[in-house]
């Protein structure tokens, strides 16, 4: 069910790059995977609802107050931006 | 002095008595893991500045006569997925190869504010998936009790660093069994909390339904005392819970235990039988009702976990596009960057992982298996809930087999996650569970997973705490 269309145009949504050989490899690799998950049609989930929490939680409000991070803090992160452009994240082009 | 093997508390009264200082304990621990690391290879990152400086705090504290907390002093390892400021912090990634962590992470947060003394950050695979920590991008762990096995993962060297006595204790993380099969594995003591009953802020997201951080020591003490510093409600963290102090209060004279015979069938090696079996006799010996129970979901457990946790993988994985942080690949326009930063930084697995998720997620295949996978998943955390309504816990392997030889299972997908198989439904439950040591097999250590009611880690911790003296 695999086929290699299929490969490409998930690594598109993905926005990952892969090589001839990687695609082939994982052509392989989920079309084994895929057939071993196959046995999951044979519970029967009529009327069962999608799990949503592994805990009984509640929505979480809190007040939409801006809670200011250590200057140090954004520092750090901006440091570390591939590209920048003054305190800026420089990003290519879009349109 | 010998330092070796020392615990939390015993070291706790030696700094009291002054026996020895912080200083001298963490200058052992250094040159431990300076004489191990050749050959067991458990750290990615070493922190001597950080460590001596915490350590110094510590003897200041008792030269000025101040109270001392259970960790004050504690030379401990952190998995290189949960950030400690200042350091490194890689995922074991070449995408995040050169990272360096902003901030604490609420649990380091919380070590910090005991005094614990960070050593520096353990090995994993990339991204914590896998389930040997041969797939880190950096290097091959070692399982100190057979260096040509695996130590398990993905907290792979969170394990080998307590089994080489280069740490007290370390902090792992738990998707699938990240804690337990590598605890199992190394001979030590990992529990996966209740999910919710550690925050989160600062670990690097996997699988966000079923992510946890948890403690891996030598003993069941030394993991509670780790678990009481860390657990709790914090702000920063939405899915984190107020952490009730209600307990179950069972100790093995009155506990009724659960047996579910899903987990003692087909692919279970008998050694690995045979040594849970007799763990489960001791307890019955100390007094336990055993009984016998299903958990009839069992075997759609694994196939079930790897659709969730590689389709929110593909969407937490997202934010490594080259831009905000990380290795970025020069391209002449914006999706380029992403592809190109994304497909060089990643590797095979994180790769594999996240073309499951994308496809189980992408339009035309969402309802036939991730919808589907959600609806399974209900079904598995209701076998729990319902088995808990009769047992107090749950005693199962950690995994069908001990400690693997390196190589042996990391070029086969399905092989590597079927070592997954008896972990993975107690996370998607939610439920928390803890690996102990309960014999082995040749040389090779054997876990046994004790598995509690949501948020009954004292529990867990009292009746892990008889069987090891048992079990001695």
Redesign the interface.
Known sequence: M?DEA??KH??????????DN?RV??QR??S??LD??T?????D?KG????C???S?YS?M?DDDVVPESLR?IQ??RD????REGAY?K????L | MDFSRLTIKEIHKSLLDRDFSARELAMHYLDRIRKEESEIAAFLSTSEDLALEQAEQTDKKIAAGEELPLLSGVPCAIKDVILVEGLLCTAGSRILEN??A??DATSIVRLKSQGAVILGKTNLDEFAMGSSTEHSAFKITRNPHDLERVPGGTSGGSAAAIAADECVFSLGSDTGGSIRQPASFCGVVGLKP???AVSRYGLMAHAS??DQIGPLARTVQDCEAVFDAIKGRD?KD??S?EYPSSSTGRGLNNAIIGVPKEYFGEGLESQTREIIEKAIKKAQKAGAKIKEISLP?S??AL??Y??IVASEA?ANL?RF????????EP?????E????S???G?G?EV??R???G??AL?SGYYDA?Y?????????I?QDFVDAFKTVDFIFTPVSPFPAFKIGEKVDD??KM?LSDILTVPIS???VPALSLPVGKDGHLPVGMQIVGK?FDESGIFQISGQLEKILG
């Open positions: 695999i299929l490969v998930i690594a598109r949504l993905a926005r990952l790059d892969l090589s990687e490899k994982i690799d989920l084994s995977i071993y998950i046995h999951l049609n044979e519970i989930v069962v609802e999608p799990f929490s592994a805990a939680l979480v809190r803090v750090e992160i570390q931006f591939p590209h994240l990003v290519k082009e879009i | 990272y360096k902003p901030y209740t999910y919710g339904s079923l702000p939405s899915t819970a979901h075997e759609y196939s079930c790897y659709l593909s997202a596009d080259g831009i905000k942080y990380g290795s970025s391209a002449p326009d914006l999706l960057v992403y592809s190109k994304r497909g060089s990643f095979a790769k594999r996240i073309m499951l994308t496809f992408s298996y919808l589907k996978a959600q609806k399974a998943r209900t079904l955390k997908p399905l996650y998607l439950a939610g949501h």
